[in-house]
């Protein structure tokens, strides 16, 4: 898998939101796996990083995370899941849920479960 483009590094040592977000951009499917898990964590029920990921690189890192939703197939399983998660914890954000819904994360979420038989990759 070729890297995705979360690449922005820059940000304060107070926050990890940025440099998940390039980790995210790996093109080693155990660290992608690991990275999108971590940042679907960061994400969860705190409003700060939520904001802090939706504002990186302009907004673009909102629709590189809704590739990661799209690409890969039952292969990429936990990378899409855990990318999916994360959609989902920025969309506790009214003002990000409506973004996130104008740049098409809802048909990319709901659209992994093509892949997969019974929700199982079967």
């Known amino acids: 898998m070729s890297q995705v483009g979360l690449t922005d590094c820059t940000g304060d ?4 939101v940025p440099l998940l977000c390039c980790l995210c951009g790996s093109d080693q499917a155990q660290v992608l796996d690991k990275a999108t898990c971590l940042l ?5 029920f705190h409003e700060g990083n939520r904001r802090r990921f939706a504002s990186l690189q302009g907004g673009e ?8 939703v799209r690409r890969g197939g039952i ?3 936990e990378t899409r899941s ?7 914890a920025l969309a506790y954000n009214d003002e990000l849920a409506v ?6 994360a809802v048909h990319a ?10 929700g199982a990759g079967e």
């Open 13 to 16: 040592a107070k926050s990890l």
């Open 40 to 44: 679907a964590n960061a994400l969860y």
């Open 61 to 68: 890192a909102m629709i590189r995370l809704i590739e990661l």
């Open 75 to 77: 292969e990429r399983w």
């Open 82 to 88: 855990n990318a999916a998660r994360a959609i989902g």
């Open 99 to 104: 973004r996130l819904g104008k740049f098409g």
């Open 109 to 118: 979420t709901t659209s992994i479960l093509a892949d997969f038989v019974d």
